[in-house]
């Protein structure tokens, strides 16, 4: 089968069952659809579409952005241990307050959550800085209840 590039088509109408952005597309230019501008804006301002991982048209991040966020990333790992080793000899030697430990492992699950989603989305400017934050003050928080209840 040919495709050419040089012709615009028009598509048939698009059955009830298919996806919106399947439903967005108005032309082909050969075997490319063509979206609407208005489309592609309102794609843009969805909030959970920053929390996807790259895609092929994504900029690769440059080497400098790779390392300090893998610095950072370091830098909560060992503080998260030294939290994780203290939560794990007071369950075996001195339990402390019942509720304690599950809260801890919740807040650093959670740190560790965000950790992961900045890395899914570096492709973004400034959002795996913020959910690195987000993480630090997890972690602070964690590190904050294991100070003062054990």
Do not use: K
């Amino acid at each position: 089968m040919e495709t050419r590039i040089d012709t615009l088509t028009e598509t048939p109408a698009q059955p009830s069952g298919e996806t919106q952005a399947a439903t967005l597309v108005r032309a082909r230019v050969g075997s490319l659809p063509v979206v609407p501008a208005e489309a592609i804006q309102s794609v843009r301002r969805n909030p959970m579409r920053a929390l996807r991982l790259p895609e092929q048209d994504d900029p690769e991040p440059g080497s400098t952005r790779m390392l300090g966020m893998s610095a950072w990333a370091a830098l909560l790992v060992l503080v998260g241990m030294v939290v994780a080793i203290r939560v794990f000899l007071a369950i075996v030697f001195e339990p402390g307050p019942e509720w304690l430990v599950p809260t801890v492992m919740s807040v650093g699950i959670a740190g560790t959550v965000c950790g992961g989603l900045a890395f899914a989305t570096m492709h973004h400017r400034w959002l795996p800085w913020e959910l690195l934050g987000v993480a630090s003050v997890l972690l602070g928080g964690n590190l904050l209840l294991v100070i003062t209840q054990l």
